[in-house]
């Protein structure tokens, strides 16, 4: 499956941003999770769905600010960026995996990643 992320941007501390992830397969066959990279850091886990049941997981730093979802009508996920911090600057990427781990948080976990985009929060 090939996945293109999309709808990051500039945005002022206290914004919002949506990003979506599409999908060029079927999407309800995987997990999908989003991570980031912040510059001079490692990749780090931000929130992941659940194939089918919806089950969520996020990361403690955005626990109650994002908030991940999926249209598998639409082969789409989204996440939901709210009272965005100058600490979530980062290139974020969607990621599918087929693991049963897949809520592990570990990027190892995930087969599939698309390209990042930019996200700038600015203070």
């Known amino acids: 499956v090939q996945l293109q992320a999309s709808g990051g941007g500039l945005v002022q501390a206290g914004g919002s941003l949506r990003l979506a992830c599409a999908a060029s397969g079927r999407v309800s066959n995987y997990h999908m999770g989003w991570f980031r990279q912040a510059p001079g850091k490692e990749r780090e886990f931000v929130a992941t769905?659940?194939?089918?049941?919806?089950?969520?997981y996020y990361a403690d730093s955005v626990k109650g600010r994002f908030t991940i979802s999926r249209t598998n009508a639409k082969n789409t996920v989204y996440l939901q960026m709210s009272s965005l911090k100058p600490e979530d600057t980062a290139v974020y990427y969607c990621a599918a995996s087929s693991s049963v781990a897949y809520a592990s948080g570990s990027d190892s976990m995930y087969k599939f990643w698309g390209q990042g985009t930019l996200v700038t929060v600015s203070s």
């Open positions: 769905i659940h194939r089918s049941d919806g089950s969520t």
